[in-house]
Structures are given as C-alpha cells and as structure tokens.
C-alpha cells in the first residue's frame, strides 16, 4: 500500500492564491487519479477536485488541481482566498482495491 | 434527491463487535456502476477508507483491516452493513457511509452525515 503525504497546515490571507501539496510514497502519481475534498468543522467533506484537476459543477474555478511526476505529487490551488475557503482539505487517490486519503491539510484564511 | 445515513450503537465495549447500517435513498444499489463505501474519522484526525461493496456484490476491504471487517448490502431495504469485530478504544470514531457511481476512480459524491462510535468500557 502507498501512502499520502500532506502538509499539516498553511495559512493565507484572503484574496492571495495558495497550494497544497499531497506526495505519494510508492508507485507514480500519475498512475491513478488523485480527488480532492474539503471538510468544513462538523460537515462531511465535500468533493472539489476529481480525475487529478476536473471541478465538479457548483466549485468555483477558484478551485484547481494538477499533477506533477517530477515530484510524484499532486496539488490543489486556491486562489482568490476567500474566509469561507477555511477548511480540512483531503487528497485521496486509489490502486487496484485500496483507497487512500492523505492525512489532510488545515488551511487558515487570516 | 440521494440521501444516506448511518446507524449503529453509539458506545461500544473493546473487544465487541460494532454492526453499522447504512440507509439511503435516490439511488439503487442494483444499478450498474453503483458503489457504497465505509469510511471513517477518529476525533481530529484524518479520514480512512474502510470498505466497499458494488453492485454486482464485489467486495474491498483496507488491508490493513480487512480481517475484521464484513461489508453486505441488502438492496430491497437500501441498506448497506458493516460489521467490525474486536473493537479497540483507537477505533473510536466517526463513521461515514458514502456513495460513489460511475467509473472505478469516481469520487465520493454524497455523503452521510457520520454518526460517532465510542469505543469504551
């Protein structure tokens, strides 16, 4: 089994753009799609990113993902940082019969 | 309008075994490409994937857990069970049903809202 490595937590302020990383331990990145979800305090997470940087429909284009196979990480942007942004972030990617979440991401929006 | 929601003892004893349904609505686990999966969040912690079963009857299980878990569905009463023996105070924890459709790689695009399971004596 691979794991998912994301940093504990960032901070921005509102309006700046912010990334956050999810690094996978053992076999490409590229190999399987990473998702993206968010989790407001007290809610189930939500979906913001799928198949590695599509948008579900009602995420705003704030919103986006990429891949890089250099770094074998995935990473989810944010940009225009709203208060409302503030949230848990997960990635989660998948192999033959194992889904995988990172360890999620506390974003601060000061 | 797809619902889900989970059900179950809220207070376990360690060395029990937890039984959890899953209820939902709007959708039929009968329809190709249907998926409900378990997951679940200990207290301030990050989410772990669980289990999965499809709807022609596959079954998945986390490998680091699969020797205590069984996950069934009963799609005339659109449940889903899962049962978890030898329950340990680390296994305290919010529990979510989830759905996914569509591709093997689909997300999980609806939710139940969790219902926290206290493992305890």
């Known amino acids: 089994n691979f794991m998912l490595a994301q940093p504990h937590s960032v901070s921005e302020s509102p309006g700046k753009t912010v990334t956050i990383s999810c690094t996978r331990s053992s076999g490409s990145i590229a190999s399987n799609y990473v998702l993206w979800y968010q989790q407001r305090p007290g809610s189930s997470p939500t979906t913001v990113i799928y198949e590695d940087n599509q948008r579900p429909s009602g995420v705003p284009d704030r919103f986006s993902g990429s891949i890089d196979s250099s770094s074998n990480s995935a990473s989810l942007t944010i940009s225009g940082l709203k208060t409302e942004d503030e949230a848990d972030y997960y990635c989660q990617s998948y192999d033959t019969s194992n889904w995988v979440f990172g360890g999620g991401t506390k974003l601060t929006v000061l | 309008q797809v619902t889900l929601k989970e059900s179950g003892p809220a207070l376990v004893k360690p060395t029990q075994t937890l039984t959890l349904t899953c209820t939902f609505s709007?959708?039929?686990?009968?329809?190709?490409?249907?998926?409900v999966s378990w997951i679940r969040q200990p207290p301030g912690k990050a989410l772990e994937w669980l289990a999965r079963?499809?709807?022609?009857?596959?079954?998945f299980y986390s490998t680091s857990l699969k020797t205590r878990l069984t996950i069934s569905k009963d799609t005339s009463k659109n449940q889903v069970v899962l049962t978890m023996t030898n329950m340990d105070p680390v296994d305290t924890a919010t529990y979510y049903c989830?759905?996914?459709?569509?591709?093997?790689?689909?997300?999980?695009?609806?939710w139940g809202q969790g219902t926290l399971v206290t493992v305890s004596s």
């Open positions: 709007g959708f039929s686990l009968s329809t190709s490409g249907m998926r």
């Open positions: 989830a759905r996914s459709y569509g591709s093997w790689y689909s997300d999980f695009d609806y």
């Open positions: 079963i499809d709807w022609d009857d596959d079954k």
